[in-house]
């Protein structure tokens, strides 16, 4: 069975410093796919990134970073400068592939971490 | 360009009753995916509906049960309604292109079912 764990429950920094939110995953299969979602307070979830198993180069896009290690069977979420608006709950997700036809189905999420941004 | 629209937004019920709830996958997309969010917990996975038929399902009795009309758009009905089912029910859809399904899944703003 696939298991997502996102250790920091709730996370508090003053606006301007750095972060880095935890996700750890465990699966048996080879091929897999991680997801950040980030929930704000309105309650849709908005998908921020997606990684293949096959692919652990880290990606950046502008303040954020993603850090995929599968050696640790981690896939950490760095936001750089914290701003307000980033405050949040995020979710680290898993899913693995059906087999043919490609694609990931139903999504295995952790408990989320809420991220405060303190003006 | 539309999301992913659901219905209705807020909805109040009483143990032992039945609901239904609705989703509208975004335009372009043939995949709906009904996932259920407990307060202070991530989402868990329902069922997904794909081609009118229920292709995977998750950890969930059968009084949950799904469906899925030629227009792509779904319905998710929960029978004999517990107090722990009161949730927030997410609607997301994904697409088939190119004989590949895309793995991004687009979530709806959900409808949060509350059962005294």
């Known amino acids: 069975a696939q298991k997502v764990t996102q250790a920091q429950t709730e996370i508090s920094v003053v606006e301007k410093e750095d972060v880095t939110l935890d996700c750890v995953y465990e699966t048996r299969d080879t091929t897999y796919y991680l997801f950040w979602y980030k929930q704000p307070p309105s309650g849709e979830l908005v998908f921020l990134i997606r990684?293949?198993?096959?692919?652990?180069q880290n990606e950046i896009s502008g303040r954020y970073s993603w850090n995929f290690q599968k050696s640790t069977s981690s896939f950490n979420f760095t936001i750089t400068a914290s701003q307000v608006v980033d405050s949040a709950v995020y979710f680290c997700?898993?899913?693995?592939?059906?087999?043919?036809?490609?694609?990931?189905?139903?999504?295995?999420f952790g408990k989320g971490t809420h991220l405060i941004i303190q003006p | 360009d539309a999301g992913v629209t659901q219905s209705p937004t807020h909805l109040i019920k009483t143990r032992g009753q039945q609901v239904t709830l609705r989703c509208s996958p975004k335009s372009g997309h043939d995949t709906v995916s009904w996932y259920q969010q407990a307060l202070g917990q991530g989402p868990q996975f329902i069922f997904q509906?794909?081609?009118?038929?229920?292709?995977q399902r998750g950890n969930f009795p059968d009084r949950f049960s799904g469906h899925q009309f030629p227009n792509y758009s779904s319905e998710l009905n929960v029978n004999a309604l517990l107090l722990g089912d009161s949730a927030l029910y997410l609607c997301?859809?994904?697409?088939?292109?190119?004989?590949?399904?895309?793995?991004?899944?687009?979530f709806g703003p959900g409808t949060r079912l509350t059962v005294t």
């Open positions: 997301a859809s994904s697409f088939l292109s190119a004989g590949v399904r895309s793995y991004e899944q687009y």
């Open positions: 509906y794909y081609e009118e038929e229920e292709r």
């Open positions: 990684r293949n198993s096959f692919d652990e």
């Open positions: 997700a898993l899913s693995e592939a059906l087999g043919s036809g490609g694609g990931a189905d139903g999504l295995t």
